[in-house]
């Protein structure tokens, strides 16, 4: 395992070389319920994205990556980031650092940095044009709303009441395990290879 860049582009690129699957643990990609969440964002059921926003704890390279590698699987490639802030909560080499993002689908992403050593969290909270949905208690749940007419002002639109479910990632690492078996014996495409670090 690495942290470096380059010795990270040196991997991949050897890995190509040679032509061995490598299977990334994005745990999020092999959650069904986000699989199905993505498709519906791809199919326009929500409309475009208005803003979202991703608060992590415990390191950028640590639980940081695995926030905007969810909102890349989500909203496609990066295409601006700005770092604004940075929080020693977990190591000197792997701070929880705050920024401002851009992807295909999503003008405005902001990356909040929360402190671990005050308590864990990982909530991912999209509002789109249609309604708005959050994913929280570390990533175990989901809460859905709709816009409706709003009930006291003419004229006017508001959220619905939230409806919360359960998400799949308590199977995500089974799902992952199952993904390598496929791929080894029935040529499956990895869910997350090296080609998404």
């Given amino acids: 395992a690495t942290t470096s860049v380059r010795k ?12 061995v699957p490598v299977l ?9 319920m986000l699989k199905e969440f993505k498709k519906d964002i791809s199919n326009g059921i929500y409309g475009e994205v208005i803003c979202a926003s991703g608060t992590y704890s415990k390191g950028i390279k640590h639980n940081g990556s695995h ?3 969810l909102a890349r699987y989500l909203f496609g490639e990066v295409k601006n980031i700005k ?14 650092v705050a920024g401002f993002l851009q992807f ?7 990356l909040l940095a929360a402190n671990e050593r005050k308590y864990s969290i990982f ?28 009930s006291v002002y003419a004229g006017y639109f508001s959220l619905s009441n939230s409806k919360v479910e359960e998400t799949d990632l308590k199977n995500a690492l ?3 395990v199952n993904n390598a078996v496929e791929h080894i014996y029935k040529d499956e495409p990895l869910v ?3 080609s998404d670090v």
């Fill in 83 to 96: 770092s604004l802030y940075s929080i020693n909560d977990y190591t000197e080499e792997d701070k929880t």
């Fill in 174 to 176: 089974l799902n992952t």
């Fill in 24 to 32: 990334i643990n994005f745990s999020f990609r092999f959650d069904k």
């Fill in 192 to 194: 997350c290879n090296i």
């Fill in 123 to 150: 909530e991912l909270d999209v509002l789109f044009e249609k309604g708005r949905v959050k994913l929280f208690d570390s990533g175990f749940k989901i809460l859905k709303q709709n816009v409706q007419e709003d």
């Fill in 8 to 19: 990270t582009e040196e991997i991949i690129s050897l890995c190509h070389q040679v032509e």
């Fill in 67 to 69: 926030m905007i590698d």
């Fill in 104 to 110: 295909d689908n999503c003008k405005q992403f902001h």
